[in-house]
């Protein structure tokens, strides 16, 4: 998976400073959030800085094709307003919400096994079906033309860049192998990125000692 994920030149084209530190972790053994989960979400709220100049250079990215961040918030910007009442999801799920509020930073987190074919970063043609959950039943939608999107071969996989995920690929309980992606713009360093990488790492052998962690960095400053 890791050397089939593409960042299409359209998107590269919008913003030439974007990189991503793709990463992979498979033999996860998750479960549900615990105290030393919910502590990793604490610790970054103590460290969350609303106004790190990366969330603004994610709106302009919004703002670029389209969307309107006030509205519809970069992934980052949403956590990072809420730092203080993030609640647990799961032991993965916290770990990558606790890195991205301490490193402000989006990431994306992703069940590697409900993926058809690989990920890739697109200018949506408007058509693709997102698989949501509207009132309580199964839905979908379609994202806006020009819109970035991550998706696959059976749909989109994540809306406006960062926004919101779909149902099909959410990390759950039961997830073995997952993707995750930690996207950035520039002013934000890379061996930041790096560090951020490697926090998750860190995070998710203390969850799965046995997990088997790979990386590639697309784009680069």
């Not at 509205?71 to 993030?86: C, F, G, K, N, Q």
């Not at 950035?184 to 926090?199: F, I, K, N, Q, T």
Request: charged share 30%; glycine share 8%; net charge negative.
């Amino acid at each position: 998976m890791l050397e089939q994920v593409v960042v299409d030149e359209a998107v590269r084209e919008l913003r030439p400073d974007f990189a991503v530190l793709v990463m992979t972790a498979e033999g996860l053994v998750n479960g549900p959030g615990d105290a030393e989960s919910e502590g990793w979400l604490a610790e970054a709220a103590a460290k969350a800085d609303p106004a790190d100049p990366h969330v603004e250079a994610w709106r302009e990215a919004y703002r670029a094709f389209g969307a309107k961040p006030q509205r519809t918030r970069p992934s980052v910007d949403a956590l990072l307003r809420r730092a203080d009442a993030l609640p647990s999801i799961n032991k993965v799920v916290d770990a990558y919400n606790a890195v991205s509020v301490e490193y402000a930073l989006p990431i994306g987190g992703e069940d590697l096994d409900a993926y058809r074919g690989p990920a890739r970063l697109v200018r949506a043609a408007g058509d693709e079906p997102f698989d949501v959950v509207a009132g309580g039943e199964p839905a979908v939608e379609h994202p806006n033309a020009g819109e970035v999107v991550w998706r696959d071969d059976a749909g989109v996989t994540c809306r406006r860049w960062n926004w919101r995920q779909c149902v099909r690929t959410r990390l759950t309980e039961d997830t073995k192998n997952g993707l995750f992606l930690l996207e950035s713009l520039a002013p934000y360093p890379m061996d930041r990125l790096a560090e951020a990488g490697d926090r998750l790492a860190g995070l998710l052998r203390t969850i799965s000692p046995d997990v088997r962690i790979g990386s590639r960095l697309l784009g680069g400053r």
